[in-house]
């Protein structure tokens, strides 16, 4: 198993361009999450997803989009790239057996991480 | 709104000396995750606790859940090179099973050879 992957690693865009940032998961997880970290900061959560075809706002979503077609695939979408979206984004799985389920599942899995610098 | 403070923010020890880091919850935690993140490198899940007063060993690391379930420590006994990252805590929003983590800031460890 693969796990979490993202796709590009690396990206440089001009302000104002648009880019998707890709997630893929081989888990079969019902639940996705996009995260951006900057530096010397923890993890803010952008949009997340319970199931294909359900989205919902995290904490930071203005200037994103998500889509959630598949339960493999969750892309993030910059329609405007701005200087203040230069970070690094995460995408993470996790298993959740919903209300009444065990805590001992939501553990999340994240992949490798794309560097996005907005200049 | 539901806080997850961590403290010290970074910790610089000499090799075999300890560290540990401290979570503190604004709210009651069902459970609590510990993730290390190396660094340029990604999240990893260490651990979960989910009883109030709940201890757990890997190897030389120690988790504790604090028994009101506002709290947590990871202590790492003789550091070494290899423990060199970022330790973040993260504890359920709100309190429906949504699956939604709250990360700490995390505590940055540096470890002198």
């Known amino acids: 198993n693969a796990g979490v992957t993202q796709t590009p690693k690396f990206r440089i865009l001009k302000i104002g361009q648009s880019m998707t940032l890709q997630c893929t998961q081989d888990?079969?997880?019902?639940?996705m999450y996009w995260y951006r970290q900057d530096p010397g900061m923890g993890l803010k959560l952008i949009y997340y997803s319970v199931g294909a075809g359900i989205t919902d706002k995290g904490e930071v979503p203005n200037g994103y989009n998500v889509s959630r077609s598949t339960t493999e695939d969750f892309p993030l979408r910059l329609e405007l790239a701005a200087p203040s979206q230069t970070s690094v984004y995460f995408c993470a799985s996790s298993y959740s057996p919903g209300v009444g389920g065990t805590a001992a599942k939501n553990i999340q899995y994240f992949g490798a991480g794309t560097r996005l610098s907005v200049l | 709104g539901q806080q997850v403070m961590q403290i010290p923010q970074y910790q610089h020890v000499q090799e075999g000396e300890d560290f540990t880091t401290y979570c503190n919850s604004s709210t009651t935690l069902s459970n609590i995750q510990w993730y290390k993140q190396r660094p340029g490198g990604h999240p990893v899940f260490l651990i979960q606790?989910?009883?109030?007063?709940e201890v757990k060993k890997q190897k030389r690391l120690t988790f504790q859940f604090g028994e009101a379930k506002k709290n947590s420590s990871l202590h790492i006994t003789a550091t070494q090179t290899t423990d060199v990252g970022t330790y973040f805590c993260?504890?359920?929003?709100?309190?429906?099973?949504?699956?939604?983590?709250?990360f700490g800031q995390g505590t940055t460890l540096q470890v002198k050879p």
């Open positions: 888990m079969n997880h019902n639940y």
């Open positions: 606790l989910v009883k109030s007063g």
């Open positions: 993260a504890g359920p929003i709100g309190s429906s099973n949504t699956g939604k983590l709250i």
